[in-house]
């Protein structure tokens, strides 16, 4: 079982009195407790079984502007005693910096409401065993198929945030995780894909057998992959990469970038960034949402932000030290987003798959080719040649490439959004990019 | 040495019964226990932004019989929690007998020494240089918009407790100087980014101001950048240089290599043992122990020393690289490169310092036989998909070659190749073998492991550059 709150509580308590007692005038204090059981299965066999208990204490202290943190898994009173003399002694000697402070009293979140984000329900290994085995069963069904891997991850955690304004509150959160990779071969050629499920509460899963199944379709479409000559083309992302188009986004307009000048989106507030006809909503409250939660990682109020309105930025993601070197008001996005989503689009995906004659449908990338500084996008990438709206054949080998104040403005979005990560976005359009092949 | 058992009711001789107790009926498996340091520094807009510490002791008890691994970890070192485990482990391989038992081959060889780069310095003294490193940049002219600069170190004690009540310990340091600048001009803006590290003391890579080179490397990558025009796109020769750039060895060949994915029969390469992978005079290594590399280590994460393993001779595929549990059961011996993360990860094959060996050609030769291709100098990072075998790599410096000379440079750009067949398009091996800087971080499975990466300069017949010019 994970510790309860009152004693994660009487932890951060006393290392706050401790601290103030060496002489910080401000402190900050997070508590973690999680257990986590992980089964692996390979080929239906039991090929991993993993149990993680772990505790984690972060502290920041404040000599007035001064500043500076500690972090440790052992959490023994001797222990903490000695990271925070020492968190204290490096404070003293670590210059001024006018913006350290801990976040305005008005600010912290007051509103605790009930997220569902817990569910206590415990499944035994051999249970997960069984439900692995099933999705196993349904992968192996394909006859290509000629190997599958499956885990099953069960998390518990708990957690008190902290601080020596006298807000402290924090509350248990649970996670229930089946994914399947399959392998398919031909000839001498292999390729792998996979799904999964990720909930907050074990009965909301998806059906192993349909996870299974779906992995191994994904996987065998992608074998005898052609290489595409070099053409500017339509691309459609698939739901699980079109997401990835949100992530740098909330990169760029964090207030981190946008204060050390290091985005491309700098100074954007009020323009139109986007295609008109988008809406960009990060929302905290969603009941069970991975994403979801009360406060920010500084203790600060979240609310639901509408990031982009008909195209147009209307936010950064503010915390306290950024905000306050911006001159704005933190949002409670300290630690970034909660649940990013794009509003749902009104094309049926048919539709967009027939926008042109021609589209490149993307269903994976890979590599790290985002220049937040310049907005510059390449990377290398596979999925599908699709004319007419049918999907004729697979695709590797190729590279895709644009810039993202361009690509932000030629998407159009297919009405299939759904909650399946923290950052969802429905099928989508870009046109104009680059394909790099042969 | 670090007493794992202060303040804990657990001593040495409880612990080993408790491991041979456990481990009595299985193929392999060990008690690791971990006490960890680490701190970072860092100085970004003209501030000291940071300042933090941290540590971490635990331990990951293992237990193995047949292919079935079964792992508790907890960062709490009392009898009364291994004993948890112990019943976990237990229970989890219930029904199973193991009959395996390789002895741990011995070696008194160390490649770094038993000291604690944090304390050794005063935080001052670290404060002022990356004081002195912004200053140094900023003086450089007006076009400097944004300067970071780090210092990363780390202090790593480790012990494993194997069954026969065998007791392994390693010291590790490791410290990491980076500088990243943001110039700005015209409306343009670039960044530029260096580091240096290793295991060992900071002093060895900051006397004589030998910062001074970091910074200038930055600066002049982030300057090169500002004048880049779009790359091109499509398939064209391609010069790597000397060093980093190994990184391609690293994704292309490298990961595929590894014991795991072979034994599972999930990696291109599981079937071409023996047979050739390369051009001929490409030779690939995988080094452990090579003094104060970052990628370097006295033993493995499973108490086995280290070793230069060959995974390529001469074109040829020659061995995998092992950890025990994949060794015993693809019926070879450990490489000394069974790694993890911490005590909260299992253990894998992985990398250490990966690197093709030089061979006859100067980069001027190469650079000249080209009509028309690209001269890649500096990398971020890597991916490779084991199973397809395509893997890509971000270009940060490049250049476009125009017959036979260098011409402007070219904005970064991902290539994209193919593992199994892109050593066969190396028609060019240099005569400049460089080892990287050390600086490089190797993903798999979530956990992350220090490597090092060498190459010379290598020509490339074809690979697909992902620009935007048509």
Redesign the interface.
Known sequence: MVKDQEYLNSIASQTIEYSKKLGATDVNVEVIHSISETVNL?NK???????????AIGITTYINKK??????????K??IKI?TE??IE??K???D?EFNSLPDKDLMAKNFDSLDLYDEFHVP?NKKIDILKEAEEAASKEAKI??T?TDFTENKSNFVLANSNGFINGYKTSNFNISCVA?AKKD?????DYDFTSKRHFSDLTNPTNIGKSAAENTVK?LD?K?IK???IGIIFDKKISKGILSVLSSAISAGAI????SFLKNKIGEEIFSKSLNVIDDPKIKKGLGSKNFDSEGVETNNLKLIENGVLKSYLVDTYYGKKLNLKSNGRSGGTTNLYFENGSMPLETLLKSSKKNLYITET????T?L??G?Y???A?GFMVENGEFIYPV????????FKEIFKNITLANDLEFKYSTNAPTLLVEGM????? | MSNFYK?SDLDNIKAERIVSDTLNNCDDGELYLENSKSESILL??N????????????YGFRAITG??????????ISKD?VLK?SQ?LK??LKSKKGTYNHEIPKSNKKYYEDLNPIEEKS??SK?KILNEVNNYIRSKGDMV??VTASFLGEHKEIEIIRSNSEVLKDVRPLVRFNVSV?L?KNGK???GVYGIGGRQSYDEYLKNENWKHVCDEAFRIADVNLKSKP?P???MKVVLGPGWPAILIHEAIGHGLEGDFNR???S?FH?LMGQRVASEGVTIVDDGTLNLRRGSLTIDDEGTPTENTVLIENGILKNFMQDRLNARLMNTKSTGSGRRESY?H?VLPRMRNTMMLSGKYSQDEMIRSVHKGIFAVSF??????I??G?????CTEAYEINNGKIGSPI????????GPSILKEVSMVGNDMKLDPGIGTCGKAGQGVPVGVAQPSILINKM???????
């Open positions: 390979r066999q039991l090929d991993e079984s993993n149990r993680s208990d772990s505790f500043k500076s943190t500690i972090s440790s898994s052992n959490l023994s001797d222990n990271l020492r968190c490096t404070a000697i670590t210059p910096d290994n000629i190997n891997e392998v001498s050629q292999m390729e792998r992608k992959p290489k070099s053409e500017k204060s050390r000048g290091t890979i590599g790290h080719g220049n500084v310049t510059d390449s990377v290398g596979n590797s080998e190729i590279t895709i490439a644009g810039n680059i394909v790099a092949g042969r | 303040n970004d807009d501030k000291i932004k940071n300042s933090s510490y941290s540590s971490d002791l635990g292919e079935v691994v079964a792992y508790s970890h907890s960062n709490d929690s485990s976990n229970d989890t935080q001052n404060i918009s944004q943001v700005e803006k670039e960044t790359a796109a499509g398939e599972k029969k999930t291109a079937n909260k299992v971020g990072g890597g991916q490779v998909d199973t397809s395509k893997f890509v790599f971000n904005k970064g750009a991902t290539l994209i190749g193919d697909t550059v992902g620009g935007t010019q048509l």
